[in-house]
C-alpha cells in the first residue's frame, strides 16, 4: 500500500502563492489533486500523466495553478498563484495504483493523502 502525503498548506492572503507536496511512499502512476470546501463535495483540480509531460486543469484553476512531479522522488507539486477566497478547502493528493486514462473523478484513484488545509483570506 503506498502511502501519500501532503505538505505546504497554510494561510495566505488573496493574491498571495503557496506551493502543496506530495510524497509518495512507492511508485504511482497518473496523480492528482483534488481539493474539499466546507459543505462541499470534493472536487477536482489537476491531474498529471504517470510520465508527466500532460496534464489536465479544471476550469477555476487553469492560468492559476501549475502541476509538476519529480518521479526521481516520487513526488508531485502543486504551485498555486494568484489565489482567491474561493480556493480555500482541503487539498487532497490522489495516486494511481496503474497505466490509466487521465481522470477527473475521484474513484479513478487507488490511494489518497491525508489532506492539508489551504486557506485564502480576503
Known amino acids: 500500500q503506498v502511502q501519500l502525503v501532503e505538505s505546504g498548506g497554510g494561510l495566505v492572503q488573496a493574491g498571495g502563492s503557496l506551493r502543496l507536496s506530495c510524497a509518495a511512499s512507492?511508485?504511482?502512476?497518473?496523480m492528482a489533486w483534488f481539493r474539499q470546501g466546507p459543505e462541499k463535495e470534493r472536487e477536482f483540480v489537476a491531474v498529471?500523466?504517470?510520465?508527466?509531460?500532460?496534464?489536465v486543469y479544471a476550469d477555476s484553476v487553469k492560468g492559476r495553478f501549475t502541476i509538476s512531479r519529480d518521479s526521481a522522488k516520487n513526488t508531485v507539486y502543486l504551485q498555486m498563484n494568484s489565489l482567491k477566497p474561493e480556493d480555500t478547502a482541503v487539498y487532497y493528493c490522489?495516486?494511481?495504483?496503474?497505466?490509466?486514462?487521465?481522470?477527473?473523478?475521484?474513484?479513478?484513484?487507488?490511494?489518497w493523502g491525508q489532506g492539508t488545509q489551504v486557506t485564502v483570506s480576503s
Open positions: 512507492g511508485r504511482t502512476f497518473n
Open positions: 490522489a495516486g494511481g495504483a496503474g497505466i490509466a486514462p487521465l481522470s477527473q473523478m475521484v474513484g479513478a484513484y487507488n490511494y
Open positions: 498529471i500523466r504517470w510520465g508527466g509531460g500532460v496534464t
